[in-house]
């Protein structure tokens, strides 16, 4: 949806600013704005304008590329008090090779702190704004056919991992070749490069130079390595150094199935929340006692079914003795050793 409004500029130009949907979390609001902008002066008069109309607001995130005839690039960003956010939205602009265009992305605190989910907000409207302008077309500069293609239901894979036997276990979501930088695309703001250590240790180079080209590109980037080698801790230890000083996520694989399965699920939970992959612990009391003693090594669920069946409670567990516990099937000399241990420590004495 776009609506045109005058600008307080010298010229007072009709302009074209385009709005995503509102995004809602635990009553804070977001929202994203994206114009075509040709100059720094654009930009200033664009932020004055959405500050003029988007009243109480607490955040209006700002970044902007622009492109001169020679083909600099300008680009900045400015968080606006939302640390980190003017940043990722100039990666998603870079990562799209988006130019000529300002995104404000503008956020009503609620009161209750988001977390890293809010980054996920802020660059969904952001993507979303960016969808419905001509933003994306490389603004004429380039062919159509220079474009980096984007897909958003598949994994677009670069053609040097063709033969790669990691792709035959990519089954719960569909890929493609494409012309990419990284290895894999995983998502608009999320890319991979895949490694064998066997082939590190015979082209410890090749990797340097892959982090090099990806250097500021996409928010999540991630060295995806498979363990193929008897001998791979110095290795990774290496590996773990490098992607710690090029902001790397580093995830091991021990067999080819292992990491296709973890590219697809990526991919898979591309848009979902961090809750959805957190451990769901339910409200009742067994629930909760199970929760608390399987943290106890070797002491399984069946144990807790025994122990609250003969106790019934935590308070009456801890203050049983070893003995008295040693009569419960399934609870050996070592297990009952190890919960008694677990209690005697000061920060886990109980009142109730």
């Known amino acids: 949806m776009s ?7 010298t010229e007072s130009t009709l302009i074209n600013i385009y709005h995503s949907s509102r995004i809602k ?14 100059t720094k002066q654009e930009v200033d008069n664009f932020l004055s304008y959405i500050k003029s109309e988007e009243k109480n607001a607490t955040h209006n995130v700002l970044a902007f590329r622009l492109e001169s005839s ?13 640390k980190y956010a003017g940043e990722r939205i100039l990666n998603l602009l870079k990562t799209l090779d988006a130019k000529n265009v300002a995104v404000i992305v503008t956020r009503w605190f609620g009161g209750i702190s988001l977390g890293p989910v809010r980054f996920e907000h802020i660059i969904k409207c952001t993507r979303e704004v960016l969808d419905q302008g001509p933003f994306l077309n ?47 695309l995983l998502g608009q703001t999320t890319c991979a490069l895949f490694l064998s ?3 590190h240790r015979l082209h410890p180079e090749y990797i340097f130079n892959r982090m090099e080209k990806l250097a500021h590109q996409y928010i ?23 992607c710690i000083i090029n902001n790397f996520t580093i995830i091991l694989a021990w067999s080819q199935e292992e990491a296709g399965r973890y590219l697809e699920t990526y991919k898979m939970f591309e848009y979902k929340t961090p809750e959805i992959i957190m451990e769901k612990i ?20 069946t144990d807790v079914v025994t122990l609250a069946s003969s106790f019934g409670s935590l308070k009456r567990i801890i203050n049983t003795s070893s003995d008295e516990l040693a009569v419960c099937p399934g609870l050996g000399e070592q297990k009952i050793k190890r919960i008694k241990e677990a209690f005697e420590r000061p920060f886990l004495t109980h009142k109730s």
Do not use: M
């Open 70 to 82: 020679d083909g600099t690039i300008v680009e900045e960003s400015d968080d606006d008090g939302e």
């Open 282 to 301: 339910e409200n009742d009391y067994l629930a909760k006692l199970t929760h608390c003693l399987t943290q106890i090594k070797s002491v399984n669920k």
């Open 220 to 242: 999540l980037r991630i060295l995806l390595i498979l363990v193929d080698i008897e001998s791979h801790q110095e290795s990774i230890r290496e590996l773990t150094k490098i």
């Open 25 to 38: 979390d635990r009553r804070s609001i977001f929202v994203a704005h994206a114009k075509r902008v040709e």
């Open 197 to 199: 250590l066997k082939y």
């Open 138 to 184: 490389n603004n004429g500069s380039k062919s159509s056919s220079s474009r980096r293609p984007t897909s958003s239901n598949a994994i677009l894979v670069n053609g040097c991992q063709r033969g790669n036997p990691i792709l035959q276990f990519i089954r719960n979501v569909s890929w493609e070749y494409s012309e990419i930088a990284p290895d894999y």
């Open 3 to 9: 609506e045109e409004i005058n600008e307080n500029s």
